[in-house]
């Protein structure tokens, strides 16, 4: 059978439904949905062309399939005899809006063009038909002006000139003013302009207008805005089969003041509270509302003006809810009263917003627990853990004006007007606020780099609002009272602010302030500490077989963190154990600096173990207290890992002086030892593990400052337990040696201190060497732990100090699909993992496993840690709560 390449939907049927996403896009297949039984909603009839059209029309260098003009006119006729009209007929024209949509939903990055089929003729037929001869006109000139723009390239600004000429003749401020015959005149001259931009006349055949417009749909998923859009959101190249284009008949909301057209949401996107709201304008078209020009009305409004298409949409809000067990967004037209679904879709949500919706759905029984736990995306959770403004520092500041709160968080930056400032001043390390009118797809980078968004126009439902939720950016929108001057400065009520200026915004209150404001960490409590309640319990009780076949329970979430405040921020957050401890950020306040840079420099032997004799009680109070903030969860201490020549720098003259005296030695043999440290690889030198097969005394230093720590708090009755891990290892026999030489150390302190204290000493795989040898690692080590920076960086040969130069022109041409040192290769670094895992627990059955590279707070590495076998991952503090999502998603997935 030939390819079916479209579908039809409306009259209470449709051939497609919502499984068929991949095929008819989101919109599509929501549409068929809502037009067949059991819903039967009032959905206007059309047809949708598959993304497999799509696909194809770019395999074939921008051409249709064969077959498809046939099978489209097919359908063409379906839908002018559901609707009794036909398209350009002159007398009753169908009328046809032609809409983009993709599997996964990219708000206003794709093309739509309304009011299809008009022309010369057809336009005075339809003002004839319908009494309407405003409403007809009107559509006409935003017919040419969109088909102009959208499909023929023609600049927006050439129309907007010719209606700001219009308006300026007749001395009319805004559209709705225009009569008749000035709309006449604008479409006589917009015609005018179209032909000497184009070399050729607007387009009066009905069905060549279609074709303009599905080609050009089908081309805007190309367009550079959508190709930005997928690379921000992470949607791959190949992931989708590209656009769906559904023609549908047009029910329009702008034929006077019983129409009206509007976008609401079964819940509130920002808060997630289970309220209905929504916006909608009177006398308007869908993309007015979009758009942002006029500020639309509430929904509440519309309960008072017109209660029973208020009515009729409760109702429908609560089946669509019932039908998709999720929070819908929805847009609908009212024609003459009449009311019209013309899209629904799983809503866009604040972080904020999807935790509550998803509990409270499970509460509400509409969801299982495992299905709430899939429905947030686990980097939303960092819009919780953003700061929010601090309420003391709020009674202080000055609140200059008040917009709508579209995305919560408090933003607090200088001030930019442009996109392309904020993305230049974000480049220079600023923070920007960026401040706009209104925002547009085009705006997209310079909004994903600023600190929050203020716009002047435009709902809760505008383009600003609804990327700035999705990018989890703060923002207020509709501040009428910021009024722009000129290029460098904006008004707020008299007052002005330039460009650089400081103000700060409460994305969930919608309040704006002057200067900037101080802002206080989030906390874990309510409806986040339940959902994230039952992502560990989901981890806790996990289980999986590894590709060596052994059966691995539980996995956990620890956290990297060097000092006390880390440990705290990781237990708070709920990090069941510090993975790793990079003993060397210790060193880099002072006394502990001088200390140990006299260390370094010391002479010989007996000189440095002096030096280190000083460190001790500063490295021992460290330990105490990041092993008393964890409360017995595990600690992992790594000793000394980075190149010596870190600590002692001195570029200029002038330095080594300094440094010489504060060292107080000689600056001429402190430039011999900085000679001698120099090395032209660092990250490949004497570091890790081989400074303590050269200098056996740091080690044993640090050993002995953590045995005491330990010590202490194992006679206060603290609970403790304490790992000591071995970085940059590459053969067992640096473990073997070390491990001798700490046990040692051990000893004697517990012979001292009365203790009998015990350490597991594991070993990191940070290099391919030591994955491929690790069965003969295990027999000395207690654990392993994959630091995953440096076996990406010796896996790949990137270095991962300079390999920023190229990442990007190797993502852009897609040799690589990630960024390695952001997402663990699954191909490289991970199957080297696989190899240790099966080596290593075939000498050690119940080897404990754990990542502690970077990777650990990445969601699709932390799947790959879970399918490896790995018993945690260990990441950033603030990323554990994403870490904990991330991991019960995993085991989830897993399962399916
Ligand atoms: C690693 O290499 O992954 C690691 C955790 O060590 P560091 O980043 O300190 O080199
Ligand atoms: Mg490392």
Redo the contacts with the bound molecule.
Sequence with gaps: MATKYVYFFGNGDADGDESMRAELGGKGANLAQMAKKPLSLPVPPGFTITTDVCQEFYKLGRKYPAGLAKEVDVYLAKLEAAMGKKLGDEKDPLLVSVRSGAAISMPGMMDTILNLGLNDKAVLGLAAKTGNERFAWDAYRRFIQMYGDVAMGVDHDKFEAIIDEVKAIRGIKDDPELNVDELKLIVEKYKKMYKKEKGEDFPQDAKVQMWGAIGAVFGSWMNPRAIKYRKLNNIKEGALKGTAVSVMAMVFGNKGNTSGTGVCFSRDPSTGENVFMGEYLMNAQGEDVVAGIRTPQKLSQLEKENPKVYDQLCKIRARLEKHYHDMQDMEFTVEEGKLYMLQCRNGKRTGAAAVKMAVDMVAEKLITKEQALLRVEPEQLNQLLLPQLDKEAVKKATEIAAGLNASPGAGCGQIVFTADEAEAWAKEGKKVLLVRKETSPDDIAGMAVAQGILTSTGGRTSHAAVVARGMGTPCVCGCADVTFKDANTIVVKGKSYKKGDFLTIDGATGKVYEGQVAVKPATISGDLETFLGWADEVRAKSSRTTASGQKVKGFDVFANGDTPKNAEDAFRFGAKGIG?C?TEHMFFDEPKLTAFQKMIVSEDTEARKANLAKILPYQQKDFYEIIKAMKGYPVTIRLL?PPLNEFIQAESKDQLKALAEKLDIKPAVLAAKVAALDEHNPMLGHRGCRLAITYPEIYEMQVEAIARATAKLDKEGVAHEVQIMI?NVVSYREVEQIRGQAEAVIANVNKECGTNLKFAIGSMV?FPRTALIADKVAQFADFFSF?????SQTTFGFSRDDYGKFIESYLDQRILEDDPFATLDPDGPGALMEIAEAKGRSVKKNLHLGI??EHGGDPASIALCYKLGLNYVSCSPFRVPLARLAGAQAVIKAKK
């Design positions: 790793l990079r890992d970085p940070e630091g995953t920076n440096d076996l502690c590279g």
